[in-house]
């Protein structure tokens, strides 16, 4: 019983632990696995200490073995090889490799970073100020709130909208279905994110999304006004169009920030695709199919004076007194002419 106790002791001396990560190939973790045995078997078989289910691994693909106190990769033959692709070098065959802490690799379609336990760990990250935002958003009481809002907005812009008059309920239905339709998308962040083998968190899509979908509608408002008030040549709607597009990119770049582990790089770049996708396909489909009656009044002030460009709103009648005057005063230049 001695003898026995005693080889399990050695044993466990001669073992080193090894960390094994899975991670995809921007480097991200997937999942981590603490092992703490002489021979690791990585494959998808089910008698693997590691099963993988990528269909391009061999049933048992390597094994890593603790030999002479050092970690040693084996290559059981397998069909499409495995191969170490640390950043820094060049990508060689990993059959026979001696393991070096922060090793990645690739089997397969797969990735696993090799790691010592006396692997030292990054810094502790603080809170960011969108993390702040996305935590203080996602609390039930503020996610209620701002879908509410969203749906009084929804049901106001579709009573203007209606040409004959409509009571509450009337409105009640299409606003709620305007706000479940827009939830899709959030929604669609999410399950992507899930099936991806990122972290879903659909509470934080809604409640960011929701925020977003609010300025938006308050600067689709705010631009309406500016064209009604303003005159063609006016810089001022296109600054807020290019707000409208800033808050559309936000909320992208949100999105993927939550959903995704990418670089700010990748991160920017589709943002920035996603908002041109957007905003060129709705500018396509209303240039080809522009109404021939829009129910929103639009303001042309070619032919008007510049006191007449940007003026406070006053009753009918002394717009068209108004009028009257500018038309009187045209008349009166152009006989003397």
């Not at 094994?20 to 981590?32: C, Q, T, V």
């Not at 008059?165 to 669609?188: C, D, K, R």
């Not at 009604?228 to 810089?235: D, G, P």
Request: proline residues 4%; charged residues 20%.
């Amino acid at each position: 019983m001695e003898l026995v106790n005693e080889q399990y002791v050695t044993e466990k001396a001669d073992m080193k632990e090894l960390i094994i990560e899975e991670i995809n190939r921007n480097h991200k973790l997937l999942h981590r696995h603490k092992l703490n045995k002489n021979s690791i078997h990585v494959g998808r078989d089910y008698h693997n200490d590691i099963i993988l289910s990528d269909p391009h691994i061999c049933p048992s693909h390597i094994s890593i073995d603790f030999i002479d106190n050092q970690w040693q990769i084996t290559d059981n033959q397998t069909i499409n090889g495995t191969f170490v692709e640390n950043p820094k070098e060049k990508k060689h065959e990993a059959n026979q490799h001696i393991v070096r802490d922060g090793d990645v690799i690739s089997l397969g379609k797969s990735q696993l970073r090799l790691l010592f336990s006396d692997h030292a760990v990054e810094p502790t990250v603080a809170f960011s100020a969108f993390e702040s935002f996305i935590n203080f958003m996602r609390h039930p009481l503020a996610l209620f709130i701002s879908i509410a809002f969203f749906t009084i907005i929804a049901g106001g812009i579709i009573y203007f909208d209606r040409p004959i008059e409509v009571n509450f309920s009337q409105l009640l239905v299409p606003a709620i279905s305007m706000t479940l339709g827009f939830a899709l998308w959030p929604a669609g962040v999410a399950l992507v994110s899930h099936l991806t083998k990122h972290d879903a968190r659909f509470m934080s899509q809604l409640a960011v999304s929701f925020a977003l979908f609010n300025l938006m509608w308050f600067s689709d408002i705010f631009q309406s006004i500016v064209i009604f008030n303003s005159s063609s040549n006016n810089m001022l709607p296109m600054f807020v169009t290019f707000l409208f597009v800033i808050l559309a990119f936000t909320l992208f770049w949100l999105n993927s920030y939550i959903g995704f582990h990418m670089s700010s790089k990748r991160r920017i770049v589709i943002s920035a695709c996603l908002t041109l996708l957007l905003f060129g396909g709705t500018y396509l489909i209303q240039y080809s199919k522009k109404p021939e009656f829009d129910p929103r009044a639009n303001y042309n002030a070619t032919i008007m004076s510049p006191s007449f460009l940007l003026m406070s709103s006053n009753n009918a009648d002394k717009f068209i007194a108004d009028s009257n005057k500018l038309f009187e005063q045209t008349s009166k230049k152009a006989q003397e002419k």
